[in-house]
């Protein structure tokens, strides 16, 4: 199969490629590096790596000429607070990068896996946890909204020119290599500064609650994504496991050895109380489940801060 990752050599791309290199698949990442970047992958070889923004005209030009059986879509703009301060810019990357991408898709029939969001359904009732696939989209941030546009968009391309997808809905994923600046960054910042022997801080009282999945696990499920027949419909890829950060943090103190005694502030405006996913979908349609516990994780994200 040829496939092709937007968005690459970025943290989730970077665990994905790991992933595809052991198989048969002929890949080509396309990155503009703007918060990956080629030091992220492997440095042998493998694979081809194309430094472009997924924006251009020439994006679409060399997507149609390659000739890609399956597109994975990661590249975007991650930020909800930057997607707050810039909206147009949100949706410069977000809707019209991924309309460059979806129209070249269409021309070379490739089928689209799309790395959507928890973010999609905004804040959800207690009662109704965990989430499912069919609950209501009620987005929150810009972020939110242009993921949930881009879904939209996908089932109107299969409608009107029988583009193929599986839309992922991605709980906070963590591991090495991750940012602390977009989704999900809370244990990239925590370790981070463990590893430097510096504070945690705890917005709130460390009882609010997070579904985290190891980023080695959300590129199983998008493997998996690319060959099922389970197609043109969404999945949660998700632990279906709530952790609060008081847990977080007793964990990250023993996997590091560390005393972590964390500062409390005052809760963040806008920050949900409790989240977990429901991955009974892609566990019967993919085939799927996570694999690595939060201790093995953890243990290998903080082994990776440390060596950085
Ligand atoms: N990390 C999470 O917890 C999480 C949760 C839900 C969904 N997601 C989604 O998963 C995908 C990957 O996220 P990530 O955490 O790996 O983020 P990331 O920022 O590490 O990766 C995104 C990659 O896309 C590239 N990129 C950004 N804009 C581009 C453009 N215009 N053209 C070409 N390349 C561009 C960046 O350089 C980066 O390498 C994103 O679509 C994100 O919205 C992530």
């Given at each position: 199969m040829r496939g092709l990752i937007t968005?690459?050599?970025?943290?989730?791309?970077?665990?994905?490629?790991?992933?595809?290199?052991?198989?048969?698949?002929?890949?080509?990442?396309?990155?503009?590096?703007?918060?990956?970047?080629?030091?992220?992958?492997?440095?042998?070889?493998?694979?081809?790596?194309?430094?472009?923004d997924i924006r251009d005209a020439t994006a679409k030009k060399k997507i149609q000429q390659e000739k890609f059986d399956v597109i994975i879509h990661l590249a975007a703009q991650t930020m909800v607070d930057a997607s707050i301060k810039d909206p147009v810019f949100d949706a410069?990357?977000?809707?019209?990068?991924?309309?460059?991408?979806?129209?070249?898709?269409?021309?070379?029939?490739?089928?689209?896996?799309?790395?959507?969001?928890?973010?999609?359904?905004?804040?959800?009732?207690?009662?109704?946890?965990?989430?499912?696939?069919?609950?209501?989209?009620?987005?929150?941030?810009?972020?939110?909204?242009?993921?949930?546009g881009v879904e939209k968009y996908l089932a109107l391309y299969h409608q009107h020119y029988g583009l193929d997808y599986v839309i992922c809905r991605f709980a906070n994923v963590y591991g090495e290599r991750q940012g602390d600046k977009g989704e999900g960054g809370v244990i990239s910042i925590f370790a981070k500064r463990i590893a430097a022997g510096k504070d945690i801080t705890i917005y709130g009282d460390g009882t609010q609650t997070r579904d985290f999945v190891y980023a080695g696990d959300i590129a199983r499920g998008?493997?998996?994504?690319?060959?099922?027949?389970?197609?043109?419909?969404?999945?949660?890829?998700?632990?279906?496991?709530?952790?609060?950060?008081?847990?977080?943090?007793?964990i990250m103190s023993e996997v590091s050895g560390?005393?972590?005694?964390?500062?409390?502030?005052?809760?963040?405006?806008?920050?949900?109380?409790?989240?977990?996913?429901?991955?009974?979908?892609?566990?019967a349609g993919l085939g799927w489940e996570?694999?690595?516990?939060l201790e093995d994780g953890l243990r290998r994200t903080m082994d990776y801060f440390r060596g950085i």
């Open positions: 968005g690459g050599a970025g943290f989730i791309g970077s665990h994905l490629v790991r992933q595809l290199l052991q198989t048969d698949h002929q890949l080509v990442v396309m990155d503009n590096a703007i918060t990956g970047g080629r030091h992220y992958l492997p440095a042998g070889g493998g694979f081809t790596c194309w430094q472009q410069s990357e977000n809707i019209m990068g991924t309309l460059n991408v979806l129209e070249a898709a269409r021309q070379c029939g490739a089928r689209v896996i799309f790395a959507s969001t928890a973010a999609a359904y905004g804040d959800v009732v207690e009662n109704e946890l965990p989430v499912l696939e069919s609950h209501e989209l009620s987005p929150q941030s810009f972020y939110g909204l242009t993921k949930v998008i493997c998996k994504a690319m060959t099922t027949e389970n197609v043109n419909t969404v999945y949660n890829l998700s632990t279906q496991t709530e952790t609060s950060l008081l847990d977080l943090v007793r560390c005393e972590i005694t964390p500062k409390f502030w005052p809760v963040r405006e806008g920050d949900i109380y409790r989240s977990m996913l429901s991955n009974q979908k892609a566990k996570p694999q690595v516990s």
